[in-house]
């Protein structure tokens, strides 16, 4: 009877170390933590630098990354999700490419205690804890600095063409506001054209020459959601004959490294920027909430104002 139980005992501790053995790297190490990564695309520079960012960090910290592209598509972000949880990550990491639509698929992830990480845009849901914390810039702040500087620069009047970013996204919805809000303080400052160019240098460079051929001499300046759509257009009002940054003044979002160099070639006037830099802010967030930890519900991404004065100067500290 002894030796049965002496028998049974050992069977029990090899399977036991069997079974830590499979979730340990080969180190030998503690289990490795797995996390999903929904990625809208790859629209603009900057979303390139936040996919790196969040890569770089996974490494850096032995995380094990499944990465996903959602290529513009809510649904295929929505498909990934789900595929996490069946999948039993330990954490979700989402840039949600639009505000609306998430509650069903955040509460499946709740249901199966599976902490949602948001990073760079929010959602519009009705209950907050079905997402651990959003990593983001105030977008709307974004807005006001662009417009007040817009503002300043023309001295009270002008009139303006916008493009805007990804419909229904929080930065469009966001940054659009912002600037509204602004410029109302100058009943000179009028927005004459507004459309999407969907964050993309290719149409916003399209939107830009519609703009051009309905408006004419008669543009003062162009408010850009983002920077890769002020380099779209600064190429349509140059193949229109036009001198950007100087006929026509231009002001952007995000701080990406062509938009310095734009201004250091005075083609760009002003960037706000928007740090894209999450991965290691995301990570942390993804520890703390693993450790049972309550986080804040928006951990705020701090920004500055770029313009043409200090762009030679600080072109070489950017990272990204
Ligand atoms: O959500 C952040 C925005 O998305 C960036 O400003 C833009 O470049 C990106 O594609």
Not at 201 to 208: F, L, T
Request: hydrophobic letters at 45%; aromatic letters at 6%.
């Amino acid at each position: 009877m002894r030796r049965l139980i002496v028998a049974c005992a050992a069977i029990a501790m090899l399977a036991t170390a069997c079974k830590e053995q499979a979730a340990a790297p080969e180190t030998g190490g503690p289990k490795r933590l797995v996390v999903g990564f929904s990625q809208i695309g790859a629209e603009s520079a900057w979303r390139t630098a936040e996919t790196e960012s969040i890569r770089s960090e996974a490494q850096a910290r032995g995380v094990d990354l499944k990465f996903s592209d959602a290529q513009q598509k809510q649904e295929n972000q929505i498909s990934a999700l789900r595929s996490f949880i069946t999948q039993k990550v330990d954490a979700i990491i989402l840039a949600p490419i639009v505000e609306t639509g998430w509650e069903p698929v955040l509460r499946e992830a709740k249901r199966a205690g599976i902490p949602v990480v948001l990073v760079d845009r929010g959602v519009d849901v009705d209950d907050d804890s079905l997402y651990t914390t959003l990593i983001a810039s105030d977008f709307v702040e974004e807005g006001r600095m662009a417009g007040r500087w817009l503002a300043e620069r023309l001295g009270g009047s002008g009139r303006i063409v916008e493009l805007q970013g990804t419909p229904g996204s929080a930065p469009a919805i966001d940054r659009k506001r912002g600037f509204e809000e602004a410029i109302a303080e100058f009943p000179g400052m009028t927005v004459v054209r507004s459309q999407s160019g969907d964050f993309t240098r290719a149409k916003g460079k399209e939107v830009m020459e519609a703009f051009l051929k309905a408006e004419r001499e008669k543009i003062d300046a162009v408010y850009a959601h983002n920077d890769d759509m002020a380099l779209g257009a600064i190429q349509a009002i140059e193949e229109a004959g036009l001198k950007p940054g100087t006929d026509v003044v231009l002001v952007s979002i995000d701080g990406v490294r062509a938009a310095f160099e734009a201004m250091v070639q005075g083609k760009l006037n002003c960037t706000v920027e928007c740090n894209p830099l999450l991965g290691p802010a995301a990570f942390d967030a993804v520890e703390r909430a693993l450790a049972g930890e309550t986080l804040p519900k928006w951990i705020k991404v701090e920004d500055r104002v770029f313009d043409q004065s200090v762009a030679a100067e600080v072109i070489d500290t950017r990272k990204y």
